[in-house]
């Protein structure tokens, strides 16, 4: 079975521009979380969809928003980049357990 | 609010040595336990999870981890390390149940094994 994948794998944007990020979830799984990784840090949660709803949101400003399709597969969207919004972004699937499988992420360079 | 410790953020052992690596958590319900392992450049695999069943968890790559609830602790260890070992480990923590499964990370500790 192919594992969760994400696209684009790297991408460079500038300050203001606007950016989304694609995650195709494990067959069968449909919970989908992401998480924000600045470099030298843990993973910071941001959003989890589980059935297309909204579960969960992390400490993070309005510029992000997240969807979940019927499909199971999930946009990451940010808004208005800023330096800071540098990271390797995560996608990870689940089916239940509390056990969650990631992606190998987006690696965001905002200049 | 759930939260990791991992205390130490590099630390070396020599190849054949024992590998302890320590995590402490703070959660307010019976918390769920799990230790990643990042690649370089690469995204985050399960090495092992505690889920209230047994407390000493065997993963892969002979690793494992004790769940201690009187010190709140989850330590990773593993008897003899091997050089493939040299990677970045993160201990997380989660309270949610199926559907509600936020992690909560360390800031990780990077493994460096000495020939």
């Known amino acids: 079975d192919a594992g969760v994948t994400q696209s684009p794998t790297h991408l460079i944007k500038t300050r203001g521009q606007h950016v989304t990020l694609r995650c195709s979830p494990i067959?069968?799984?449909?919970?989908v979380s992401w998480y924000q990784q600045v470099l030298g840090q843990g993973p910071q949660f941001i959003f989890q969809?589980?059935?297309?709803?909204?579960?969960g949101r992390g400490n993070f400003p309005d510029r992000f928003s997240a969807r979940q399709f019927p499909n199971y597969s999930s946009e990451l969207n940010v808004n208005a980049l800023l330096l800071g919004d540098s990271a390797l972004y995560l996608c990870?699937?689940?089916?239940?357990?509390?056990?969650?499988?990631f992606g190998p992420g987006t690696r965001l360079t905002v200049l | 609010a759930q939260s990791v410790t991992q205390l130490g953020s590099h630390v070396s052992v020599s190849e054949g040595a024992l590998v302890l690596l320590r995590c402490n958590y703070s959660?307010?319900?019976?918390?769920?336990l799990f230790w990643y392992v990042q690649y370089p450049n690469q995204g985050l695999q399960l090495l092992l999870k505690?889920?209230?069943?047994?407390?000493l968890v065997k993963g892969i790559n002979g690793f494992e981890a004790e769940f201690k609830k009187s010190e709140t602790s989850f330590h990773l260890t593993k008897p003899s390390a091997h050089m493939s070992d040299a990677d970045e480990y993160f201990c997380?923590?989660?309270?949610?149940?199926?559907?509600?499964?936020?992690?909560?990370f360390g800031t990780g500790t990077r493994l460096t094994i000495i020939p």
């Open positions: 959660s307010s319900v019976p918390p769920y």
């Open positions: 997380a923590v989660s309270e949610g149940s199926q559907g509600n499964e936020k992690l909560t």
């Open positions: 505690y889920t209230s069943a047994a407390t």
């Open positions: 067959s069968g799984h449909k919970s």
């Open positions: 969809y589980y059935e297309k709803e909204e579960r």
């Open positions: 990870a699937s689940s089916f239940g357990f509390n056990e969650q499988f």
